[in-house]
């Protein structure tokens, strides 16, 4: 289902231009975040179960730190490349702005389906990925988090060989070398739920203002995996419906609602939603087609497209995937008066609890679940409220307002720090 024809980077990078142009950026600055810092790209041998030795390839991409150490996550799929993973950097940098967490940006990933290696194989390559990259990452430098196909268990691996290359006396004091951990090696309580919490927290500020009663609310769900399964479980907590869903395995309907946990509990011992008996499959196309107040993409990029933006009749898209919307489709659906929430606001609840994660970590200390969504949902209002008011202000679509502001605080750091020498 993936759209891979269109380079992701340029789609990314029209966005904040278009944000640029509007805030009257600076040249300087303009110059400096048109390209990332550092492009790492590495070939790493892992030895498989057979005993043969197979090569894999493995980037991080540091797109910018002005504002803190480069933070993102590594994402294990068949589709990474470079051009994928500057453009996920590039988004890293300007979601920690506009929320306000002292991060720069960064990603990494490695080119491999991980359903095809055994649970000793994934081991012994993220162990490697994380030996090759050596110095390349570290608690106050570099902090890696989980995305697309790695998980708190491929975390707390990529912490442990980290914290294995260090001295014997300092390897506890760099257990934030990662995020998005198990909570007995250094994790935080709210992390896992935490990029489709702060979801729900956008659509929340976003119904507030147009009046509209979420608890009665209508919604799909595209991609049932991290984010788009928290998210529903969340939305369905409140009263809303998910009448339709749709993964890499399928699409399913049912007019009286989808039970989420439910579906979730099926997902994890079935790989995907495709049979699941509590709602009836349709096709891929019937999926979009859908009558629904909110359509949440948490897949892959390019998922909405020219080819299918139209079909879809719902009052908000909120993106919980980073890049779901191309371009060409953005345009249809304003159109259309579809309001989309953008990935950089919509989905910044994960790099909000990495924070507070981290933060925990270097003071050795352990938040309450009340604490983590209490401060998450503060941070969030505050985004929400500076983007919609900068939308406001200049008569812009969200997504341009939300670089903005992020735009307003990378500027202002260079212009206190300047640029060296």
Not at 123 to 130: A, N, S
Not at 264 to 280: D, H, M, S
Not at 332 to 355: A, F, R
Request: aromatic residues 8%; charged residues 20%; contains cysteine.
């Amino acid at each position: 289902m993936t759209i891979k024809n269109f380079s992701l980077y340029k789609q990314a990078s029209k966005q904040w231009l278009r944000a640029a142009d509007f805030y009257q950026l600076e040249s300087d600055v303009r110059t400096i975040l048109q390209q990332p810092k550092n492009e790492i790209s590495i070939n790493f041998p892992v030895r498989m179960d057979d005993g043969s030795l197979k090569l894999f390839k493995g980037y991080r991409i540091q797109h910018n730190n002005i504002l803190g150490p480069y933070k993102g996550g590594i994402r294990y799929h068949p589709m990474v490349d470079l051009d994928e993973v500057k453009a996920l950097s590039l988004w890293m940098t300007f979601k920690c702005a506009l929320v306000g967490v002292p991060f720069g940006g960064a990603k990494g990933g490695v080119t491999v389906d991980p359903s095809m290696l055994s649970g000793g194989e994934l081991m012994r390559l993220t162990r490697r990925f994380t030996h090759a990259l050596g110095s390349n990452i570290g608690p106050e430098y570099d902090i890696p988090a989980p995305d697309a196909g790695t998980n708190d268990r491929t975390m707390a691996i990529m912490m442990d060989t980290f914290m294995n290359a260090q001295a014997a006396y300092n390897r506890n004091s760099q257990r934030h070398v990662v995020t998005g951990k198990p909570l007995a090696v250094g994790g935080s309580l709210g992390r896992d739920k935490a990029t489709g919490q702060g979801l729900v927290y956008i659509l929340m500020e976003w119904a507030e203002r147009n009046k509209i009663d979420l608890s009665q609310c209508t919604f799909s769900v595209q991609g049932y995996g991290n984010v788009g399964s928290h998210a529903a479980i969340l939305m369905e907590n409140m009263g809303a419906k998910m009448i339709a869903v749709q993964d890499h395995t399928g699409s399913l309907y049912n007019e009286n609602g989808i039970p989420t946990l439910q579906l979730k509990q099926y997902v994890l011992t079935n790989r995907g939603i495709a049979g699941f008996k509590e709602a009836q499959s349709i096709s891929n196309e019937e999926f979009f087609e859908c009558e629904i107040d909110a359509f949440i993409p948490a897949a892959l990029e390019g998922q909405i497209h020219e080819g299918n933006a139209g079909k879809i009749k719902a009052k908000v898209v909120a993106e919980g995937a980073n890049g779901p919307t191309t371009e060409e489709a953005e345009a249809i659906l304003k159109n259309n008066g579809v309001t989309i929430l953008p990935d950089i606001l919509t989905n910044s609840g994960g790099v909000v609890v990495s924070y507070f994660e981290w933060t925990q970590n270097k003071t050795s200390s352990q938040w309450t679940l009340d604490e983590v969504d209490g401060m998450l949902g503060r941070l969030l209002k505050e985004a929400f409220y500076q983007t919609h008011k900068i939308s406001k202000e200049m008569d812009i679509d969200l997504r341009t307002a939300a670089y903005i502001v992020a735009l307003k605080r990378l500027t202002s750091a260079y212009q206190e720090r300047g640029i060296f020498p």
